[in-house]
């Protein structure tokens, strides 16, 4: 008997190269060249509720693949689930079929007393404390955000008049003994009761568990990533509320058509990289 988990997902393979990935069940011609990644397999369809148009593409276990056009830019979301291990699989397989733009859209905790429920923050790049990312390079190696899409997400976010943040992230591996939470009985790992206020003295906007490891393995890659979350909760007033998901969504979708124009300007001009002296 095979073990569900160790068997080829059905027409696909373990080989890299091969048409259909394993895990997304995805090939060449799926997506779009720019992904949204939620980590909810349940947000794809708030997200693409926002869309001109879409069709779903693929679904296996905690990754939901559709894709679609938004303002008239092709685009694709595929939910990565929750935490780094996961999304980088999601990273791995979508470079593979031709993607090089990745989006994260989530929700998140902020650590800063100015920051509402509510609120985005687009992340600048990123503290790497998860493991994964140590599995592709070395730890001193920056999660930086790339340029452009920073731009595009500032950009969107100015035009469709939501409130921001822009700043530094950081991932962690676990929800609760990671990000400075009691776990069960109460139980305190070593320093976490000092993590909030350390990574707040730091000027850290928020906590989240997936946007250090799509960065720096996008930039490994040699490809361009980025993130927006929405604020569920504020750890330093302590209030907290599901409001936001729908101006991320959308603030990442507006971000992908602004980069789908920005590289046309690009080719335009005959620059490799987007500068203050080009206009959209």
């Given at each position: ?35 949204l ?49 996961s999304?980088a ?82 991932s ?5 003994a ?102 959209i």
């Open positions: 008997m095979t073990d569900e988990d160790d068997a080829p997902a059905a027409g696909g393979s373990e080989d890299p190269n091969d048409e259909v990935q394993y895990h997304l069940e995805v090939g060449e011609g799926d997506v779009a060249d720019a992904v990644l939620p980590g909810n397999p349940e947000r794809v369809d708030k997200i693409t509720a926002l869309w001109d148009d879409h069709e779903a593409v693929a679904a296996h276990r905690e990754y939901r693949t559709a894709t679609g056009t938004y303002d008239g830019a092709p685009i694709s979301v595929t939910s990565t689930g929750i935490g780094s291990p999304a699989i999601a990273v791995e397989e979508l470079a593979r079929v031709g993607v090089d733009t990745f989006i994260r859209v989530g929700s998140c905790g902020a650590i800063q007393p100015d920051m509402a429920v509510g609120d985005l923050v687009i992340t600048t790049g990123a503290v790497r404390q998860e493991g994964t990312s140590d599995e592709y390079v070395r730890e001193d190696y920056p999660a930086a955000a790339d340029g452009e899409v920073v731009s595009a997400l500032v950009a969107a976010a100015e035009r469709l008049g939501y409130d921001y943040h822009a700043g530094i992230t950081m962690a591996d676990s929800f609760y990671g990000q400075g939470r009691p776990g069960f009985e109460g139980f305190e790992a070593a320093g976490s009761d000092e993590l909030v206020a350390e990574l707040r003295d730091a000027n850290v906007k928020n906590i989240e568990m997936e946007a250090s490891a799509i960065l720096t393995v996008a930039n490994v890659y040699g490809l361009r990533a980025g993130a927006v979350c929405s604020v569920y909760a504020n750890r330093v007033t302590g209030e907290f509320r599901t409001e936001g998901e729908s101006r991320a969504a959308e603030t990442a979708s507006l971000a992908v058509t602004l980069l789908a124009r920005m590289d046309e300007v690009k080719r335009e001009a005959g620059v490799d990289r987007w500068h203050a002296g080009l206009s």
